[in-house]
């Protein structure tokens, strides 16, 4: 029997609509890479987190439901001791907790007492880039060998998901700009995603949608360290060039 709210310790949303389908869900298929190609779809997946009570029997967004990976990015405490609910549906899963990763004192570096919570989001995306040898190894090991589709997420599927889908898009040779303009997508779904976040009790009912958007100028220096060579970060993190070979070549039709 699926998860209720009360199950879930989630407060009552009364008037939301229907919140049981992931908000920020997409297939990057399609895209066009810089040689001419294109990307696969069913492939690679990227959402905000599932949750246990989801409508998923037919595939949120149309999708071919479910993955036959799932990479989430949340800690551990963001479950809050439930187990991830694709589990039960036979996914196979692989923690990379992101923030956990980052040391507290690099967090909380030169900021003031009141202003010690998180860093600039340019700053954090910058972050993880540079402990790519934590979880970039596990990522693309994943995305090339695991069981597909891959579905990435971490909590609303924008920030430590975008930079970790950017990553991986711009390693199999998808342009930059495509790349960006899959990123700002969060903004077309912010409506939705805001009420997915109030029904896991991390936004206020009411709470301005802005808030949950991105902005590109975030991601940008991020995608200005891939320009030269977007497997850089890889390599320095340890990830070989067979490994990332088999994730363009599984991701990409004709490479």
């Given at each position: 029997?699926?998860?209720?709210?009360?199950?879930?310790?989630?407060?009552?949303?009364?008037?939301?609509?229907?919140?049981?389908?992931?908000a920020n869900l997409r297939d990057v298929g399609g895209m066009p890479t810089?040689?001419?190609?294109?990307?696969?779809?069913?492939?690679?997946?990227?959402?905000?987190?599932?949750?246990?009570?989801?409508?998923?029997?037919?595939?949120?967004?149309?999708?071919?439901?479910?993955?036959?990976?799932?990479?989430?990015?949340?800690?551990?405490?963001?479950?809050?001791?439930?187990?991830?609910?694709?589990?039960?549906?036979?996914?196979?899963?692989?923690?990379?907790?992101?923030?956990?990763?980052?040391?507290?004192?690099?967090?909380?570096?030169?900021?003031?007492?009141?202003?010690?919570?998180?860093?600039?989001?340019?700053?954090?995306?910058?972050?993880?880039?540079?402990?790519?040898?934590?979880?970039?190894?596990a990522l693309v090991r994943v995305a090339a060998h695991g069981p597909g589709?891959?579905?990435?997420?971490?909590?609303?599927?924008?920030?430590?998901?975008?930079?970790?889908?950017?990553?991986?898009?711009?390693?199999?040779?998808?342009?930059?700009?495509?790349?960006?303009?899959?990123?700002?997508?969060?903004?077309?779904?912010?409506?939705?995603?805001?009420?997915?976040?109030?029904?896991?009790?991390?936004?206020?009912?009411?709470?301005?949608?802005?808030?949950?958007?991105?902005?590109?100028?975030?991601?940008?220096?991020?995608?200005?360290?891939?320009?030269?060579d977007p497997r850089a970060p890889f390599r320095a993190a340890g990830v070989?060039?067979?490994?990332?070979?088999?994730?363009?070549?599984?991701?990409?039709?004709?490479?």
């Open positions: 029997m699926p998860a209720t709210r009360t199950d879930l310790n989630v407060p009552d949303t009364g008037d939301l609509p229907d919140v049981r389908h992931l810089v040689d001419g190609l294109r990307t696969r779809p069913g492939v690679l997946w990227r959402s905000d987190a599932p949750l246990a009570d989801d409508a998923t029997t037919h595939g949120p967004g149309g999708l071919a439901w479910p993955p036959g990976s799932v990479i989430d990015l949340r800690n551990p405490e963001e479950l809050d001791g439930r187990p991830h609910p694709l589990v039960a549906l036979r996914s196979e899963l692989t923690p990379l907790p992101l923030i956990q990763a980052l040391a507290p004192e690099v967090l909380m570096r030169d900021a003031p007492p009141e202003s010690r919570q998180r860093r600039g989001l340019d700053e954090l995306y910058m972050l993880l880039l540079g402990i790519g040898e934590a979880w970039l190894p589709p891959l579905l990435v997420h971490c909590a609303a599927g924008k920030d430590r998901t975008g930079v970790a889908v950017a990553l991986l898009l711009r390693a199999a040779g998808v342009p930059r700009d495509v790349v960006a303009a899959d990123f700002a997508a969060t903004n077309d779904h912010r409506v939705a995603l805001r009420d997915r976040l109030v029904l896991q009790g991390s936004a206020a009912p009411g709470a301005d949608p802005e808030r949950v958007g991105v902005d590109l100028a975030h991601l940008e220096p991020v995608l200005d360290q891939l320009d030269d070989s060039d067979a490994d990332l070979d088999a994730w363009r070549a599984r991701l990409v039709e004709g490479a």
